[in-house]
């Protein structure tokens, strides 16, 4: 055989490793709840890290074990994102905005041996502690600095393990992390990264056409780094050597720019509903804040109404959109602008940012056409075809990022195809650029009399008006059509608009059979654990809808 390169196992512990070495007096800011800034550098993370594994080790944690955390992004996080997998446990980064049995429930699933929680969390935990199955609880002082008898103490954990710590050998396709789906449309299921994935993952998001993060650059994700670990953040920030400002449990508007405005922020994440709250803000109180630099901001999670784009823009701000899942650690898709588009006018390089964008390098996509997939003409149920280039189909997808199964969860294989592909339940197109343009979640595209009409596009138009805050739309169950849409809008404070000159707006865009039946004005839009707009608790809201009213 000829002889090629090195076998090098992709890990983590070399990412760190290497950080600890070239990026050690970086730093790393983590907001407490009392909203003071600690500061600690990427050295000492390590350090600290380093003395989590010895620590996890000599209380019996085994290869593959899987210690969770419940705890709110800051530098005690960073550690574990770092200390368990190095030390060849999986971090579960457990969800602590979900109900509280569904915590146990998750924990159970994932037979977490250990949990690393916040003092701050505590209380949380108290809820759900006698279903849950932890061998150790230790708390980690993050705000209150108490340490109830019964928990261990992190500080003490540390202040015991030896700083000699040599890493075990691990290999590239172990284990590291994992997180369950935030569960917007059903139950959670669990999903484990391995180590190649990460380190490969974070090579991708730091590519120059991608998120572009770098060691000049000051990161802020805002994302829970429960969700798709932070969208994989903390490892790209460790690869090259970014600064991280770390927000803790305050992610209102205000404290956000706040945070971008004094730490001189140049990159945040997070999904739409936090910027759309960031964009009324920055609108409603002129030249409050200042940015030194720039700011690139990553949001996906869900589609960013055009507005948001471009209200943004006008603030120094510049959303690179991207579409990813849990299960593909999460980043797929970025939708930004080809060389020869920016000779385009302005709407039509705005009309190509609002797409999912293009497949990120060793992502590839599919879109297919299903019975319960494709709108239009009636298709035998369990058949599958090619995709005819236009009809919106399923999309499909598979790379070294994306997940091959659900953690102990065989029930769910049909979402993996025969030859090898995901299902993402999410209905799409792609078009002659290589850009997806996501329609809807097959769950959420409302289904009128065989014709599809897409929840996405309509809210998108609405939140274009300009005296929207916010709009969902669900589809409902209909007597004659099987299913009508329904919005629900929140005006912007001391704005007006009625149901019918928001009909007139959608009117402009939309065919009138796909114009919604209702528009009711509401306080807020119920949000998911990851600040999604929660479809499934506003179509129990109007359950009982009556259509003649
Ligand atoms: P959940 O499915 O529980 O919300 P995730 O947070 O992993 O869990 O969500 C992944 C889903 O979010 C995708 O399948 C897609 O439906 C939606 N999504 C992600 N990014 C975008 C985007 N840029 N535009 C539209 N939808 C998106």
Same mark, same amino acid.
């Given at each position: 055989?000829?002889?090629?390169?090195?076998?090098?196992?992709?890990?983590?512990?070399? *990412?760190?490793?290497?950080?600890?070495?070239?990026?050690?007096?970086?730093?790393?800011?983590?907001?407490?709840?009392?909203?003071?800034?600690?500061?600690?550098?990427?050295?000492?993370?390590?350090?600290?890290?380093?003395?989590?594994?010895?620590?996890?080790?000599?209380?019996?944690?085994?290869?593959?074990?899987?210690?969770?955390?419940?705890?709110?992004?800051?530098?005690?996080?960073?550690?574990?994102?770092?200390?368990?997998?190095?030390?060849?446990?999986?971090?579960?980064?457990?969800?602590?905005?979900?109900?509280?049995?569904?915590?146990? $429930?998750?924990?159970?699933?994932?037979?977490?041996?250990?949990?690393?929680?916040?003092?701050?969390?505590?209380?949380?935990?108290?809820?759900?502690?006698?279903?849950?199955?932890?061998?150790?609880?230790? *708390?980690?002082?993050?705000?209150?600095?108490?340490?109830?008898?019964?928990?261990?103490?992190?500080?003490?954990?540390?202040?015991?393990?030896?700083?000699?710590?040599?890493?075990?050998?691990?290999?590239?396709?172990?284990?590291?992390?994992?997180?369950?789906?935030?569960?917007?449309?059903?139950?959670?299921?669990?999903?484990?990264?391995?180590?190649?994935?990460?380190?490969?993952?974070?090579?991708?998001? $730091?590519?120059?056409?991608?998120?572009?993060?770098?060691?000049?650059?000051? *990161?802020?994700?805002?994302?829970?780094?429960?969700?798709?670990?932070?969208?994989?953040?903390?490892? #790209?920030?460790?690869?090259?050597?970014?600064?991280?400002?770390?927000?803790?449990?305050?992610?209102?508007?205000?404290? *956000?720019?706040?945070?971008?405005?004094?730490?001189?922020?140049?990159?945040?994440?997070?999904?739409?509903?936090?910027?759309?709250?960031?964009?009324?803000?920055?609108?409603?109180?002129?030249?409050?804040?200042?940015?030194?630099?720039?700011?690139?901001?990553?949001?996906?999670?869900?589609?960013?109404?055009?507005?948001?784009?471009?209200?943004?823009?006008?603030?120094?701000?510049?959303?690179?959109?991207?579409?990813?899942? #849990?299960?593909?650690?999460?980043?797929?898709?970025?939708?930004?602008?080809?060389?020869?588009?920016?000779?385009?006018?302005?709407?039509?390089?705005?009309?190509?940012?609002?797409?999912?964008?293009?497949?990120?390098?060793?992502?590839?996509?599919?879109?297919?056409?299903?019975?319960?997939?494709?709108?239009?003409?009636?298709?035998?149920?369990?058949?599958?075809?090619?995709?005819?280039?236009?009809?919106?189909?399923?999309?499909?997808?598979?790379?070294?990022?994306?997940?091959?199964?659900?953690?102990?969860?065989?029930?769910?294989?049909?979402?993996?195809?025969?030859?090898?592909?995901?299902?993402?339940?999410?209905?799409?197109?792609?078009?002659?650029?290589?850009?997806?343009?996501?329609?809807?979640?097959?769950?959420?595209?409302?289904?009128?009399?065989?014709?599809?009409?897409?929840?996405?596009?309509?809210?998108?138009?609405?939140?274009?008006?300009?005296?929207?805050?916010?709009?969902?739309?669900?589809?409902?169950?209909?007597?004659?059509?099987?299913?009508?849409?329904?919005?629900?809008?929140?005006?912007?404070?001391?704005?007006?608009?009625?149901?019918?000159?928001?009909?007139?707006?959608?009117?402009?865009?939309?065919?009138?059979?796909?114009?919604?039946?209702?528009?009711?004005?509401?306080?807020?839009?119920?949000?998911?654990?990851?600040?999604?707009?929660?479809?499934?608790?506003?179509?129990?809201?109007?359950?009982?809808?009556?259509? #003649?009213?």
């Amino acid at each position: 055989m000829l002889g090629t390169m090195m076998d090098f196992p992709l890990t983590l512990q070399h *990412v760190f490793e290497r950080n600890s070495k070239i990026f050690p007096r970086v730093e790393i800011a983590s907001r407490l709840p009392d909203r003071s800034i600690a500061r600690t550098c990427w050295g000492t993370v390590h350090q600290r890290a380093r003395q989590l594994s010895s620590a996890l080790i000599k209380l019996g944690m085994k290869p593959g074990d899987r210690v969770a955390s419940m705890m709110w992004n800051h530098s005690g996080h960073l550690e574990a994102f770092s200390g368990v997998p190095c030390a060849g446990g999986i971090l579960h980064t457990l969800n602590l905005r979900l109900h509280a049995q569904e915590i146990a $429930a998750i924990a159970r699933h994932a037979e977490d041996r250990f949990l690393l929680v916040d003092d701050v969390l505590l209380p949380v935990l108290e809820k759900f502690r006698a279903e849950a199955p932890f061998e150790k609880i230790i *708390v980690v002082p993050y705000g209150c600095g108490t340490v109830p008898d019964g928990f261990l103490n992190y500080e003490e954990l540390l202040a015991e393990a030896p700083s000699e710590f040599s890493y075990p050998q691990i290999d590239e396709n172990d284990g590291a992390a994992m997180c369950f789906t935030s569960g917007t449309t059903g139950c959670s299921k669990g999903v484990v990264y391995s180590h190649r994935a990460l380190v490969l993952h974070s090579f991708a998001e $730091a590519m120059a056409d991608s998120m572009g993060i770098s060691h000049q650059d000051t *990161v802020l994700p805002v994302a829970p780094m429960f969700h798709a670990n932070a969208w994989g953040l903390p490892y #790209t920030c460790a690869m090259v050597g970014a600064r991280l400002i770390l927000p803790g449990p305050n992610v209102d508007a205000e404290s *956000v720019l706040d945070l971008m405005a004094q730490e001189r922020v140049t990159f945040a994440s997070g999904v739409p509903t936090v910027w759309l709250g960031v964009l009324q803000a920055l609108e409603a109180n002129p030249g409050r804040w200042k940015f030194a630099k720039p700011i690139r901001l990553a949001c996906g999670g869900s589609a960013p109404p055009e507005q948001l784009i471009r209200g943004l823009e006008n603030f120094g701000i510049h959303l690179i959109h991207l579409w990813g899942m #849990t299960e593909t650690t999460p980043l797929a898709t970025l939708g930004m602008l080809k060389r020869h588009m920016l000779d385009w006018p302005e709407d039509r390089q705005y009309e190509a940012r609002c797409k999912q964008g293009w497949a990120g390098p060793f992502v590839e996509l599919r879109v297919m056409r299903r019975a319960d997939f494709s709108p239009g003409e009636p298709m035998p149920e369990g058949v599958e075809c090619p995709w005819d280039g236009i009809t919106p189909g399923e999309l499909e997808i598979r790379g070294p990022w994306i997940a091959s199964q659900y953690y102990n969860a065989p029930e769910q294989g049909h979402r993996w195809t025969s030859d090898g592909w995901f299902r993402t339940g999410d209905v799409a197109t792609i078009d002659e650029e290589g850009y997806v343009r996501l329609i809807d979640r097959a769950k959420d595209l409302v289904k009128s009399g065989g014709e599809w009409i897409s929840s996405v596009d309509l809210e998108n138009c609405l939140m274009g008006h300009p005296a929207v805050k916010e709009a969902c739309v669900v589809g409902l169950p209909h007597p004659k059509w099987q299913e009508r849409p329904l919005a629900a809008v929140v005006l912007k404070p001391a704005h007006e608009a009625t149901a019918e000159e928001l009909r007139k707006h959608l009117a402009v865009t939309f065919a009138k059979w796909q114009l919604p039946d209702a528009i009711v004005f509401v306080e807020a839009i119920p949000r998911t654990s990851v600040g999604k707009f929660k479809k499934t608790e506003l179509r129990e809201q109007f359950a009982n809808w009556n259509w #003649t009213q």
